[in-house]
C-alpha cells in the first residue's frame, strides 16, 4: 500500500475510489476535476490491473488492498465511493463505520438511501450511506418521478440497454440485483407498484449509444402534459449529465413512451458508455453536495 496522511486542501474534502474498473476510473477522473474534492486513493484489488495503473501514472496514491487498505490509511477518508460488487458492499459499510465516512454506493446492493440528486436531493444532509441504485434507475427515476407527480400511472416498464463494452466485470455480477434495485426504486420514487424493469447488453459494432426507454399506462395522459413533465426533469438532469437527451415521448390511446439516451463526455470512457457518466455524475454532485454542507466557507480546513 502507498500511505497518504490526507492533508487535504482547504475547502475540499478527502476522497478515496474502491475499485479501478471502469466505473471507478471514471469517478477518479471527474474527482480529480472537483474543485471540493481531493482525490487521496485508488484501492483495488490486483496491482497489475489497468485501472490502477492509470491511476498511477496521473500521481494518484494507489492501493492493491481493497477496502483494508481504506482501513489502514493512517487517516479516515471523508467521502468514500464504492465501485465494487453488491455482494461486497455490505462489509465495506461496517468496516467503514467507525470512522463517519459517507459512503456513495455505486454498486445494485440495495443498501443505504437511494437518492436521486434532482429528486431527494435534501437526503444528503440526513444520511451517510448511499445508494446510487444503478444506471438505468438514474436515467428512468427522475422522468418517471416527474411524470408521477402530474398523472396517475398504473404500471410502468423500464428498459435500460447499454453496450457490452460499457459493462464491467462488477455489472456483469450483479445482473439480477441490478434488475430488483431498478425495480425498488422506480416503486419506491413513483407510488406504482406495477413495475418491470428489463436490462439488454448489445453487442452490436459500432457499440450502442446507453438508452433507457419507459413505456407507461395511465390516466389523462396527453402528449402535452407528458411533454411538459419530461422536458423539466431532464433539464434538471442535464445540470449535471450534459449528454442527456430525450429521444422521444409520446401518447397513443393512454400509453406513454419516453426515451432518453445519454453520451459520456468522454475523459477516460468512450462516449457510448453513457451509463457509467450519468450515475458517476449523480454520484460526484452527492458528494460535492456534502462538500458544501461540511465545508460552507471557502478556506476552511478539513480536520
Known amino acids: 500500500m502507498i500511505h497518504n496522511d490526507n492533508r487535504t486542501a482547504p475547502g475540499r474534502l478527502s476522497v478515496a475510489v474502491l475499485g479501478a474498473g471502469l466505473i471507478g476510473i471514471d469517478l477518479m477522473t471527474k474527482v480529480i476535476r472537483s474543485d471540493r474534492l481531493e482525490l487521496g486513493l485508488v484501492a483495488g484489488r490486483d496491482e497489475a490491473t489497468s485501472g490502477l495503473r492509470q491511476a498511477a501514472k496521473l500521481g494518484v496514491p494507489v492501493a492493491a488492498g481493497g477496502i483494508q487498505s481504506l482501513v489502514d490509511n493512517e487517516r479516515p477518508f471523508d467521502v468514500v465511493f464504492d465501485a465494487t460488487s453488491a455482494a461486497a458492499h455490505a462489509e465495506h459499510v461496517e468496516k467503514l463505520a467507525p470512522f463517519g465516512t459517507m459512503l456513495i454506493d455505486l454498486t445494485p446492493s440495495r443498501n443505504g438511501q437511494m437518492i436521486f440528486p434532482t429528486v431527494n436531493r435534501a437526503d444528503i444532509a440526513t444520511h451517510r450511506d448511499f445508494s446510487m441504485v444503478s444506471c438505468g434507475g438514474q436515467a428512468a427515476v427522475p422522468i418517471l418521478h416527474a411524470i408521477t407527480r402530474a398523472h396517475e400511472i398504473d404500471y410502468i416498464e423500464v428498459v435500460t440497454t447499454a453496450a457490452t463494452l460499457s459493462i464491467g466485470r462488477g455489472t456483469r455480477m450483479n445482473l439480477d440485483e441490478y434488475v430488483d434495485t431498478t425495480q425498488e426504486a422506480v416503486r419506491s420514487f413513483t407510488g406504482v407498484a406495477d413495475v418491470k424493469a428489463i436490462l439488454n447488453i448489445s453487442p452490436a459494432r459500432p457499440p450502442a449509444t446507453f ?30 449529465a450534459r449528454g442527456f437527451a430525450v429521444k422521444a415521448c409520446s401518447v397513443d390511446d393512454g400509453k406513454g413512451f419516453v426515451a432518453v439516451e445519454v453520451t459520456s463526455s468522454g475523459d477516460r470512457i468512450p462516449r457510448y458508455a453513457g451509463n457509467l457518466d450519468i450515475i458517476n455524475s449523480a454520484a460526484l454532485l452527492v458528494a460535492e453536495s456534502y462538500a458544501a454542507d461540511r465545508l460552507p466557507m471557502a478556506g476552511v480546513v478539513n480536520s
Open 211 to 240: 438508452r433507457v426507454a419507459m413505456s407507461l399506462l395511465g390516466k389523462d395522459l396527453t402528449a402535452e402534459s407528458l411533454r411538459s413533465a419530461v422536458q423539466g426533469a431532464a433539464a434538471e438532469v442535464r445540470s449535471f
